[in-house]
């Protein structure tokens, strides 16, 4: 699959996935109390959707890629966006809301970064990642190695990911 076609199809499993029931509540809560980066959750996800589980020292790697770009670019908008949220004046709503169109497009740029990192063998579609079981068991080792990256993702906010998931994946397959 040629690079622009992986970026196109990651980026609308994340329509798809943060749009489902509960999964944007579950993604926040593990950005906001465990310290995860929503797009990296959302790329470990549709890989292991795919049947491709990411393991820990793939996970450093792509971190290590992808940080500056978070760190510098997405962090800021997201402190800028929210920053403006209690400003009653509509013009810093208004500025809000550019601020919050450019941070969705920050995303959008390191869900295409990211997925220079799924295999060529990873079909845009849905197929290659066996059952609904198995693909659970490639999300939960996908989530450990982030965790043993990240420790602070462990608990009830992990536990609430994982069900979203699960359910997303049922309606998915």
């Not at 013009?91 to 550019?98: I, K, Y």
């Not at 197929?127 to 068991?137: E, L, W």
């Amino acid at each position: 699959m040629a690079g622009e076609d992986k970026a196109r199809a990651l980026w609308d499993f994340a329509l798809r996935f943060y749009g489902a029931p509960g999964v944007q509540d579950a993604c926040l809560a593990m950005q906001d109390e465990g310290g995860a980066d929503v797009p990296l959750l959302i790329l470990l996800v549709f890989a292991a959707m795919r049947g491709q589980p990411i393991r820990e020292e793939e996970l450093r790697r792509i971190d290590g890629t992808i940080s500056p770009w978070r760190r510098d670019v997405v962090r800021h908008l997201r402190h800028a966006r929210r920053a403006l949220r209690s400003s009653p004046a509509p013009e810093a709503q208004n500025l809000r809301e550019t601020i919050k169109a450019a941070e969705l497009e920050a995303e959008r740029q390191q869900l295409a970064m990211l997925s220079d990192f799924l295999d060529d063998a990873v079909s845009p579609d849905r197929s290659g990642a066996g059952s609904s079981p198995d693909i659970m068991n490639n999300v939960r080792a996908s989530l450990a190695a982030y965790a043993a990256l990240l420790p602070s993702l462990d608990g009830p906010h992990l536990a609430g990911f994982i069900e979203r998931t699960t359910e997303f994946s049922r309606q998915e397959h």
